[in-house]
């Protein structure tokens, strides 16, 4: 499943392309995957401008002039990808790595598929079927279920280091691993950054939150801004699932200090990097650097 990152570098992809365009039409084949009432599909989307893309933890946001907006979970295996009638160079593809990115589409894995005025087409597909497409009012997205668990966004101004030792004190008896993945805790984290700024920090994943000092705290907020920044710049991660807004690999694993390189050197201490389970999820840490206390 993609985190922040990859989810931010499709919004930033999404936003450069879809902005004032305004819909025509709307075709969807999964109910499951697009469950929305036909009458409200054609009252606030058909005829309506997208007017910003969002996004919020994992999940994006095409708010539109009606005062609706779709928002988008990709899940394991969904797709979003811009065609532009006008120009066939003018194609960008985010998601998993299928060959739904280059194919003439729709193809079989489309679920849903928007198109413009100007007959562009935004087309979300969906292999396994488990993401989704839901059209909501925008006044109501903050008192929504998910939108009121999610944990602040831990880059945005306003979220300090203050406030990220304040939320993860709350979760005292659970790893910092645990808490670093739990959404309701801080937004948007998932294996791979975990991992990575917990290295960065010198903090074993394995070790509790009460076992973690303030300072650590601190210093691990400043490792996953800079480790979350870096992966944006890069374009995300190249994890087998998942590309980038522009239909290609991101590039941030190859900058990557710890995750999949287990066997290898450690780049600061030269130890070797190890995989160990945590949360239950595979996790890799460099023992000499990260030392679990006792």
Not at 1 to 27: F, S, Y
Not at 123 to 137: A, H, S, T, V, Y
Request: charged letters at 25%.
């Amino acid at each position: 499943m993609p985190e922040l990152p990859e989810v931010e570098t499709v919004r930033r992809g999404l936003a450069k392309l879809v902005l004032g365009r305004t819909i025509a039409q709307v075709v969807f084949d999964w109910p499951k995957g697009f469950p929305n009432s036909q009458t409200d599909v054609n009252t606030f989307v058909i005829g309506a401008k997208i007017v910003s893309v969002q996004r919020r933890a994992k999940v994006l946001i095409l708010d539109l002039d009606s005062g609706y907006s779709l928002i988008v979970h990709l899940k394991m295996t969904g797709q979003l990808v811009f065609t532009d009638s006008q120009s066939d160079d003018l194609r960008f593809g985010a998601g998993h790595p299928s060959d739904s990115l280059i194919n003439n589409l729709p193809d079989t894995s489309t679920r849903v598929t928007i198109t413009f005025r100007d007959e562009s087409k935004l087309f979300f597909n969906d292999q396994r079927k488990f993401g989704w497409m839901k059209l909501l009012p925008t006044a109501t997205l903050p008192d929504i279920p998910f939108f009121q668990k999610v944990g602040p966004e831990p880059l945005d101004a306003s979220f300090t280091a203050d406030r990220f030792v304040e939320r993860f004190q709350r979760r005292q008896k659970t790893s910092i691993k645990a808490a670093l993945l739990d959404q309701t805790v801080i937004a948007g984290i998932g294996n791979i950054y975990a991992d990575e700024s917990l290295w960065a920090a010198r903090i074993h994943p394995n070790t509790r939150v009460v076992d973690v000092t303030n300072d650590q705290l601190n210093t691990l907020f400043s490792e996953l801004r800079l480790v979350l920044n870096t992966a944006i710049k890069k374009g995300g991660s190249t994890n087998k699932n998942y590309v980038n807004a522009q239909g290609k690999k991101g590039s941030y694993m190859d900058f990557a200090n710890v995750f999949r390189r287990e066997g290898q050197p450690c780049l600061r201490c030269q130890s070797s990097i190890d995989k160990i389970r945590v949360a239950g999820r595979g996790t890799h840490i460099c023992s000499n650097c990260q030392v679990l206390p006792t």
